[in-house]
């Protein structure tokens, strides 16, 4: 099992800055990719960042140039640099640990969320 415990949300006026913090605890070996997804109402969850493994990045063309995801595995910590905010990107933050399982399968583990508004 792994624990992830969110915080760094909240209300921001656009162009703004936030940082979003995931702490996990538990079994946290075997971890493919760490990362933050977001869903807004009425939309589907989607992608905003992430980091394999190796240590590449991947995030979302919507926040390229203004997010920037990292990680301090001394603290077991995945974090999100969030700058430039706009109104678009108001929606509840969830952070993911993707873990390898036996026999090549992937398990998501997902925080509890974490709400960002962005005002005008």
């Known amino acids: 099992q792994v624990q992830l415990v969110e915080s760094g949300g909240g209300l921001v006026q656009a162009g703004g800055s936030l940082r979003l913090s995931c702490a996990a605890s538990?079994?946290?070996?075997?971890?493919?990719?760490m990362g933050w997804y977001r869903q807004a109402p009425g939309k589907k969850r989607e992608l905003v960042a992430n980091?394999?493994?190796?240590?590449?990045?991947n995030y979302a063309d919507s926040v390229k140039g203004r997010f920037t995801i990292s990680r301090d595995n001394a603290k077991n910590t995945v974090y999100l640099q969030m700058n430039s905010l706009k109104p678009g990107d108001t929606a509840v933050y969830y952070c993911?640990?993707?873990?390898?399982?036996?026999?090549?399968?992937?398990?998501?583990?997902w925080g509890q969320g974490t709400q960002v508004t962005v005002s005008s």
């Open positions: 538990g079994s946290i070996f075997s971890i493919n990719s």
């Open positions: 980091i394999i493994s190796g240590g590449s990045t």
């Open positions: 993911n640990f993707r873990k390898i399982v036996p026999f090549g399968g992937t398990y998501d583990y």
